[in-house]
């Protein structure tokens, strides 16, 4: 299937450096999961901090970080039509639109998934854990 489609490339195994540099190159990224996770794919994250926009399966976690129209587009991942309105939609945006929507996960990225605040939450959800034993 993607030999056939000149608008994707399989890439194969890469490390993280190379990961990041694909993606923040992409013109978008796919998350077409089926499974619904603990929390949100670090993809969907990692995404939002190179300003790719993201376009995923509207399940689990997934649609409190990607808004519709606002951090990404969403679609139902066993509707096949729905996927490719989904990714149409990235497609046909402007490059204003296209600003916007990484814009908006950028500041999503910055506010609450860099490295720092991740870190601090932590910290402090082990600090409170530790003084709840003591």
């Known amino acids: 299937m993607v030999a056939k ?13 190379q990961i990041m540099t694909e993606l923040s190159s992409s013109k978008g990224l796919i998350v077409p999961s089926v499974c619904y996770e603990g929390g949100v794919p670090l993809t969907i994250i990692e995404a939002f901090g190179t ?7 509207d399940i689990g976690a997934i649609p409190d970080v990607v808004k519709e129209g606002k951090t990404g587009f ?12 989904a990714i149409g ?3 046909d945006m402007s490059t204003v639109e296209y600003t916007e929507v990484t814009q908006k996960a950028l500041v999503l990225y910055q ?3 860099t490295r720092d605040i991740v870190v601090r939450k932590l910290s402090t959800e082990y600090e409170m854990l530790i003084k709840d034993k003591s």
Do not use: H, W
Request: with cysteine; glycine share 2%; net charge positive.
């Open 74 to 85: 969403l679609f139902n991942p066993n509707n096949a039509l729905s996927i490719v309105n």
């Open 5 to 17: 489609n000149r608008n994707l490339e399989y890439l194969g195994m890469m490390d993280k450096s």
């Open 89 to 91: 939609r990235v497609s």
């Open 51 to 57: 300003c790719t926009p993201v376009v995923a399966s």
């Open 111 to 113: 506010q609450f998934y």
